[in-house]
């Protein structure tokens, strides 16, 4: 049985929040000396999108204000190629693009429980 897209949308939403306390105030070169703080950001971007991945095609259809293919596409390029990871792209993305992600998941998750 599949699982239904509020679940999914929930993980989203916690990935986001765990990424903004995975760097807090740090520096790019503060995360990037600090292992566990380096993998804790990239699990949590795979988190991300694969539960991106896993809402279902009509869902992301109906929801185009949300960009899908972006963190689909960079957990992709997490797993496939996390060697050459550049944790500023992370950092940046966290602080310009998560915040704003953040804000619409907000919206569909209020909007189903009315």
């Known amino acids: 049985m599949p699982r239904p897209d509020d679940l999914f949308l ?17 520096s790019t070169e503060e995360i990037t000396a600090d292992p566990l703080r ?6 949590n971007y795979t988190v991300l999108g694969e539960a991106a991945n896993k809402v ?3 869902f992301r ?20 190629g996390y060697w050459s990871i550049d944790i500023d ?12 992600l953040a804000q619409r998941l907000d919206k569909l998750l209020s909007a189903e429980h009315r």
Do not use: C, K, Y
């Open 10 to 26: 929930h993980e989203m939403r916690d990935a986001v929040s765990r990424i903004h306390q995975v760097i807090g105030h740090f």
């Open 38 to 43: 380096t993998d804790a950001l990239m699990w």
């Open 56 to 58: 279902s095609r009509g």
């Open 61 to 80: 259809e109906a929801h185009p204000e949300i960009v899908w293919h972006r963190p689909i596409g960079l957990r992709n390029r997490i797993i496939h």
């Open 89 to 100: 792209v992370l950092v940046t993305t966290a602080q310009r693009d998560l915040p704003d």
